[in-house]
């Protein structure tokens, strides 16, 4: 569901780009603010970087012609916390924008927002958290601490309904932002009634992805989901090691191998403007956009995950990409955390001096 820039006109474009900054800046002082352990940085990492090797796997929606794949925003969330989910996937879509043509540069805060910032800020503290809470009767007048009841079945039913919910929302915010564009190949109507159905199948598909992953993990380390519910830091004496070379290893099978086995049908964005406009591919209008995709095209090393200049897909290509791509996510998203854990204690240690 990555915006290309010939969707949006260059106010709506700016604008969502200010907005998901916004969002961003947030997102880092709510992390210099609370009590994030070091210790979860690695997991941060190796999150994120399989998010990116994910979402280059698309699988087929039958019985359409189309594809989806998944956004990752309520994974890294339950893992990780709204607040540092948004910095990693923000990174993953970023390094996509920029080294990989993988959605338009002035689309970027567009992307940003339907794809980082309503999954992780509004579906998961509204919708997946609420799932994982069992409801005890208060006792008297103070306060009763709620619980998590992380079960495999409360999981899988709090995954599916906050992907579904994620994926719903970001599609009806593609469609929204079309509209302010003004981009009249795409009426709203017929977008919309295209955009929802097949974003929903997207969307129950990357729910019971995210339900075998949280539930994979919580098994091995329960701490980690547990910390990110309770939003304290993981104890020094819990180990992610396992963890941490388990998924590692899945992000280099995803990325190296299994990105070679993609439907090569549009995923659900490209299938419903094409649908509706003709073409699954609008034509860039106007000075300002075009001057954004030729910068893009210079910082784009792999453009469509694949060797740059070359005319044919390349399965070498697209597994170095794949590689690449979770490398480079695995170091940015760990030094962007780590480096607000850093200044977050030289303050604390000038304010002890």
Not at 42 to 47: A, D, N, R, T
Request: aromatic share 6%; with cysteine; hydrophobic share 50%.
């Amino acid at each position: 569901m990555h915006m290309a820039d010939s969707l949006l006109s260059p106010a709506a474009g700016i604008t969502m780009c200010a907005v998901s900054a916004s969002a961003l800046a947030y997102s880092i002082a709510k992390v210099r603010k609370d009590d994030l352990c070091e210790k979860k940085i690695p997991v941060i990492s190796v999150v994120g970087a399989f998010v990116f090797a994910a979402q280059m796997i698309n699988f087929t929606i039958p019985g359409t012609g189309s594809s989806g794949h998944i956004g990752g925003g309520v994974l890294l969330a339950a893992m990780l916390g709204s607040y540092p989910a948004l910095l990693a996937l923000s990174v993953v879509l970023i390094i996509q924008c920029l080294f990989f043509a993988d959605g338009g540069l002035l689309a970027l805060g567009c992307n940003i927002f339907n794809l980082a910032v309503i999954p992780c800020m509004l579906v998961y503290p509204l919708v997946f958290r609420p799932l994982l809470v069992k409801r005890e009767p208060a006792q008297g007048s103070g306060k009763v601490k709620v619980p998590p009841c992380i079960t495999a079945g409360r999981t899988g039913v709090a995954s599916v309904v906050a992907a579904v919910v994620a994926l719903q929302l970001g599609a009806f915010a593609v469609v929204l932002e079309t509209l302010f564009s003004g981009i009249i190949e795409l009426p709203f109507v017929t977008f919309l009634l295209l955009m929802q159905p097949v974003h929903l199948v997207i969307g129950i598909i990357e729910g019971i992805v995210t339900a075998a992953l949280l539930c994979f993990v919580h098994k091995m380390r329960p701490e980690i989901m547990e910390s990110t519910f309770e939003r304290v830091a993981v104890k020094s004496s819990v180990s992610a090691k396992n963890v941490i070379i388990v998924l590692a290893v899945i992000t280099l099978i995803t990325g190296g191998v299994l990105s070679l086995f993609v439907s090569r049908h549009p995923d659900g964005l490209e299938w419903s403007i094409e649908k509706t406009a003709g073409t699954s591919e609008l034509e860039i209008k106007g000075s300002f956009l075009k001057k954004t995709a030729l910068f893009q095209d210079k910082t784009a090393f792999m453009p469509d995950y694949n060797f740059n200049n070359s005319e044919e897909d390349s399965p070498a290509g697209t597994s170095i990409a794949g590689i690449a791509g979770g490398a480079l996510t695995f170091i940015l998203a760990g030094i962007s955390v780590l480096i607000i854990s850093l200044v977050k204690r030289k303050q604390k240690n000038k304010a002890v001096a």
